[in-house]
């Protein structure tokens, strides 16, 4: 009989990120898929209760938990402990896990602990005939393969953003506590806090991996304009306003990154984690729209799982003309940015 666990860790303030619940309605799903399996929940972090208390409508039989102030942080050693203690303790045969970098760093050593597989950056999974199906990307999501394991334990992160997250509704849950002796070498790492990159000039954080809107600023904002000026400062204005008004995340191309490092002028509170593309990062938002960006290959494969997509080019041949984006206004950024700040700000 298949043992489905949910595997999870809390919040700092205790609660549940959305990844855990996107990754409770993929469990279900594989529940539902296959006959006779069993759900069960696993829970990590400083406290669980309440986090198992948010999800206890889910149909899991049991509910574990390690709980205690070494695992407040993310730390190699005493994740990969609690999670293979947990594991052990639910007899687990398929592990589901939201594929946050903290499990991403543990997963797959714990599967190697306890002889198991793992499989990352899932974004579906599925049943043939009663068999468990995970989908995922390859190549830099140009191709998509769907697969099987029949070795177990098999261990399934799920990438944030690629589901809908379950919700199962409040209760109160009754977590079994599972004890793990944490030797001293455990706990040689001592975690001081957490340092969020903030970039010159702005103490916003820009990327926003939940956002509904995806902005993306090319390097066209840095490069002179019809009166032969740049106006790079205005492009920062434009850009921070439309950022703080709609709370969307802010993706460059790695041209506007570049220039930085090549000691051009660029807007200030990007860095190298906002590019997107083949180098860079594939986020999931339901709408993207692209400024002075030419929409090339290399930065639009990195545009895979954004649902609607817009673009605002001066070049009508631009590559999201051709089948790059649903719609393509051919303007002025800056002047189109500057209307619909004007917009924003007087609805709000
Ligand atoms: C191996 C490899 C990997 C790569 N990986 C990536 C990657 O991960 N991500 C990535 O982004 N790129 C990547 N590239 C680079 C990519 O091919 C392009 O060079 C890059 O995306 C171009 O950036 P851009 O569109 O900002 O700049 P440009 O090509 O310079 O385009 C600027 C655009 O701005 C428009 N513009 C200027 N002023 C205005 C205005 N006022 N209003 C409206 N439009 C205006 C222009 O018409 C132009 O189309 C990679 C390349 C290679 C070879």
Redesign the pocket.
């Known amino acids: 009989m298949e043992n489905i666990l949910l595997l999870v860790h809390t919040e700092p303030d205790g609660s549940l990120a959305k990844s855990a619940g996107e990754a409770l309605r993929a469990a279900r799903t594989l529940n539902k898929a296959i006959a006779g399996s069993n759900l069960v929940v696993g829970l990590v972090g400083e406290t669980v209760q309440a986090a198992a208390n948010s999800i206890a409508g889910c149909p899991a039989t049991k509910f574990f938990g390690v709980a205690g102030p070494d695992f407040a942080h993310a730390r190699y050693s005493t994740d990969a402990a609690a999670a293979e203690a947990i594991c052990k303790a639910a007899q687990a045969t398929i592990i589901v896990a939201p594929a946050t970098t903290r499990w991403n760093r543990v997963l797959p050593g714990v599967a190697h602990r306890l002889g198991g597989r793992a499989d990352t950056h899932v974004t579906a999974v599925d049943d043939a005939e009663g068999k468990p199906v995970i989908r995922r990307w390859y190549y830099r999501q140009r191709m998509e393969a769907a697969l099987t394991r029949t070795h177990r334990p098999w261990f399934i992160l799920v990438d944030p953003g690629s589901q809908a997250p379950c919700e199962c509704g409040p209760g109160t849950a009754h977590v079994e506590m599972v004890t793990v002796n944490l030797p001293d070498s455990c706990k040689r790492t001592t975690v001081l806090g957490v340092r969020e990159p903030r970039t010159a000039g702005t103490e916003l954080q820009t990327i926003r991996p939940d956002a509904e809107l995806l902005f993306v600023a090319?390097?066209?904002?840095t490069?002179k304009?019809a009166d032969g000026k740049v106006h790079l400062e205005e492009a920062e204005k434009l850009i921070l306003e439309f950022l703080n008004l709609t709370g969307a995340s802010l993706g460059?191309?790695?041209?506007?990154v570049d220039l930085g490092a090549e000691g051009q002028p660029v807007l200030s509170f990007l860095s190298h984690l906002n590019?997107?593309?083949?180098?860079?990062s594939t986020p999931r938002h339901p709408k993207g729209l692209a400024?002075?960006?030419?929409?090339?290959?290399?930065?639009t494969i990195?545009w895979r799982f954004i649902a609607e997509r817009r673009a605002?080019?001066?070049?009508p041949n631009?590559g999201w003309a051709r089948g790059k984006a649903d719609v393509l206004y051919v303007?002025?950024?800056?002047q189109v940015m500057a209307k619909v700040n004007e917009l924003l700000g007087a609805k709000k």
């Open positions: 090319g390097a066209g904002w490069k304009q460059s191309t790695k041209s506007l590019q997107i593309g083949q180098t860079g400024t002075c960006c030419h929409g090339e290959e290399p930065h990195g605002i080019n001066l070049d631009c303007a002025d950024a800056f």
